[in-house]
């Protein structure tokens, strides 16, 4: 089992590195040495557009970064090798310190089979190191077909304009593009909750409305134990502090996470927020708490959930209406399929020895996700990605 999450930085694109939260001496960590000169760096290395089994259009975009301490100026971008590779724009100007510029690079596989391979050079008056280039790579492997009368997917008599690709119904010319989503707002790190007595001090309540209380799940004994005080979350008072603040108050703040599961089977949800919560799996909503009510955050509320092996995307936000504020989730599992039908068999379950995802994975990343902090994407485009946050576009028109 393997977790990863959305977290966010200031621009990137989903082949980016890193997407933890840094503070201002973030160019001094993760192995990058503080620049004292004019320096860009190109990533990612190589952009690999992947391997394709019908012609396609698609772009990537490469991430150009000043890391040095002085301005540069960029005299141009260069494509060379095959063919297939295209620049949507030029890129000529300064660049900041510290500033990161996109540049998207289109590949059109064409209709024979074959690996493609290239390079993105920029060229810029940086004195020790004038150029940085990245290796791009791609490749279209055709589907063998049958040797028989073509099928009415298969007729051949759907023509394409430049930049588009038969779809495989045969029926449409599709073109997608991609570009890196946008942070909307202010970024704020996670943080361990403030402790509260109250948070789970009625301990879990499930479904059928069993409630077991122990020190595990809490108990109402004017200790700050139970599972929302253990795995509970929400933004920093100030970067670096251990806990978290009030803020933001009457804001939906969160972030998505993608799960690996291993195997199929039932699985359990532990959720609680103050005051509000919502959680969702693979863009379906499964729990949500929209009212004010103490019970929110009285219980840890417990409910059963089914899975396939493979990756999925859990989504977990909450809601400060006032005061101190916090939210928690965890997943635990598999259990064997059909093992969780009632209250009974989910409290027999091994729920603390199965958990394979808490909140408290995401401490100190951040929360790029809510109405007010958020992914951002153009009109047109929709927000995808698992490793990395992406807009994606996508245009059809009939066949010529």
């Given at each position: 089992?393997?977790?990863?999450?959305?977290?966010?930085?200031?621009?990137?694109?989903?082949?980016?590195?890193?997407?933890?939260?840094?503070?201002?001496?973030?160019?001094?960590?993760?192995?990058?040495?503080?620049?004292?000169?004019?320096?860009?760096?190109?990533?990612?290395?190589?952009?690999?557009?992947?391997?394709?089994?019908?012609?396609?259009?698609?772009?990537?975009?490469?991430?150009?970064?000043?890391?040095?301490?002085?301005?540069?100026?960029?005299?141009?971008?260069?494509?060379?090798?095959?063919?297939?590779?295209?620049?949507?724009?030029?890129?000529?100007?300064?660049?900041?310190?510290?500033?990161?510029?996109?540049?998207?690079?289109?590949?059109?596989?064409?209709?024979?089979?074959?690996?493609?391979?290239?390079?993105?050079?920029?060229?810029?008056?940086?004195?020790?190191?004038?150029?940085?280039?990245?290796?791009?790579?791609?490749?279209?492997?055709?589907?063998?077909?049958?040797?028989?009368?073509?099928?009415?997917?298969?007729?051949?008599?759907?023509?394409?304009?430049?930049?588009?690709?038969?779809?495989?119904?045969?029926?449409?010319?599709?073109?997608?593009?991609?570009?890196?989503?946008?942070?909307?707002?202010?970024?704020?790190?996670?943080?361990?909750?403030?402790?509260?007595?109250?948070?789970?001090?009625?301990?879990?309540?499930?479904?059928?409305?069993?409630?077991?209380?122990?020190?595990?799940?809490?108990?109402?004994?004017?200790?700050?134990?139970?599972?929302?005080?253990?795995?509970?979350?929400?933004?920093?008072?100030?970067?670096?502090?251990?806990?978290?603040?009030?803020?933001?108050?009457?804001?939906?703040?969160?972030?998505?996470?993608?799960?690996?599961?291993?195997?199929?089977?039932?699985?359990?949800?532990?959720?609680?927020?103050?005051?509000?919560?919502?959680?969702?799996?693979?863009?379906?909503?499964?729990?949500?708490?929209?009212?004010?009510?103490?019970?929110?955050?009285?219980?840890?509320?417990?409910?059963?959930?089914?899975?396939?092996?493979?990756?999925?995307?859990?989504?977990?936000?909450?809601?400060?209406?006032?005061?101190?504020?916090?939210?928690?989730?965890?997943?635990?599992?598999?259990?064997?399929?059909?093992?969780?039908?009632?209250?009974?068999?989910?409290?027999?379950?091994?729920?603390?020895?199965?958990i394979i995802w808490s909140t408290l994975d995401a401490l100190g990343s951040a929360f790029p996700l809510g109405d007010s902090v958020s992914w951002e994407c153009p009109d047109g485009m929709?927000?995808?990605?698992c490793e990395e946050p992406v807009c994606v576009g996508r245009d059809e028109i009939p066949c010529g």
């Open positions: 089992m393997a977790i990863r999450g959305w977290v966010a930085i200031l621009v990137c694109g989903v082949g980016c590195s890193d997407y933890g939260f840094h503070g201002e001496d973030a160019t001094n960590k993760g192995g990058r040495q503080q620049a004292s000169a004019a320096a860009l760096t190109l990533s990612p290395d190589p952009m690999d557009f992947g391997s394709w089994t019908t012609p396609t259009t698609l772009t990537r975009v490469a991430t150009l970064e000043n890391v040095g301490d002085v301005e540069v100026q960029v005299s141009g971008a260069l494509l060379s090798g095959s063919y297939t590779f295209s620049l949507l724009e030029s890129l000529t100007g300064a660049i900041a310190p510290g500033e990161q510029v996109s540049i998207v690079v289109n590949y059109a596989t064409g209709s024979e089979a074959g690996v493609h391979t290239g390079s993105l050079t920029v060229e810029s008056d940086a004195p020790e190191q004038p150029t940085v280039s990245v290796e791009l790579i791609g490749a279209l492997e055709l589907a063998e077909t049958d040797s028989g009368a073509p099928g009415p997917d298969e007729s051949g008599d759907c023509w394409c304009p430049d930049g588009f690709a038969v779809d495989e119904s045969g029926e449409l010319c599709v073109s997608e593009w991609m570009e890196p989503a946008r942070p909307l707002g202010e970024v704020m790190e996670v943080c361990r909750i403030e402790p509260y007595r109250a948070y789970s001090k009625f301990g879990a309540l499930y479904p059928g409305g069993s409630n077991v209380r122990d020190l595990y799940w809490g108990q109402d004994d004017d200790l700050a134990n139970g599972r929302l005080n253990s795995v509970g979350v929400w933004s920093c008072w100030r970067e670096g502090e251990p806990e978290g603040s009030i803020e933001p108050i009457g804001e939906w703040i969160g972030f998505n996470v993608c799960v690996d599961v291993d195997s199929d089977g039932d699985y359990l949800i532990g959720l609680g927020g103050d005051n509000r919560v919502r959680f969702a799996v693979d863009g379906s909503m499964f729990m949500e708490q929209l009212d004010d009510e103490p019970r929110n955050f009285d219980y840890w509320h417990m409910n059963q959930i089914s899975l396939t092996a493979g990756t999925h995307i859990i989504a977990i936000e909450g809601y400060n209406a006032g005061s101190i504020a916090g939210f928690g989730a965890e997943l635990a599992g598999p259990f064997p399929e059909g093992s969780l039908t009632d209250d009974a068999s989910m409290q027999a379950a091994d729920y603390a020895g199965s929709v927000l995808e990605g």
